[in-house]
Nanobody, 127 residues
Framework: QVQLVESGGGLVQAGDSLRLSCVVS????????MGWFRQAPGKQREFVAL????????DYAGSLKGRFTISRDNAKNTGYLQMNNLKPEDTGVYYC????????????????????WGQGTQVTVSS
């Protein structure tokens, strides 16, 4: 049984940092592209960042590049999302996903292309 479990969310103030983790079990993570998406209340799930199987290639939503950093440790079957200088508009539920599709592909920016998802972790940024 495949499981993705996110953690690390919480309530922070604008300008603070958070590091999200995504622990994966039931599959060989090194065979998958990993992605992070987020969903604000009343909005669709949107792409945040992705990382290829080895960690050598990354891609970010344009507005987040420079503040967010995605990484992975295949030996630990874990992915990470470091979020710095958080803003109130970063508030939402953050989800990690695993995708068997190789990077690069524009399909990796779409949540419906992912094979597995975690349950999400809430991030709330107060002003």
């Amino acid at each position: 049984q495949v499981q993705l479990v996110e953690s690390g969310g919480g309530l922070v103030q604008a300008g603070d940092s958070l590091r999200l983790s995504c622990v994966v079990s039931g599959l060989t993570l090194s065979l998958y592209t990993m992605g992070w998406f987020r969903q604000a209340p009343g909005k669709q799930r949107e792409f945040v960042a992705l990382i290829n199987w080895s960690g050598s290639r990354t891609d970010y939503a344009g507005s987040l590049k420079g503040r967010f950093t995605i990484s992975r440790d295949n030996a630990k079957n874990t992915g990470y999302l470091q979020m710095n200088n958080l803003k109130p508009e970063d508030t939402g539920v953050y989800y990690c996903g695993a995708n068997a599709r190789s990077y690069p592909s524009p399909r990796l920016h779409f949540s419906d292309d992912y094979d597995y998802w975690g349950q999400g972790t809430q991030v709330t940024v107060s002003s």
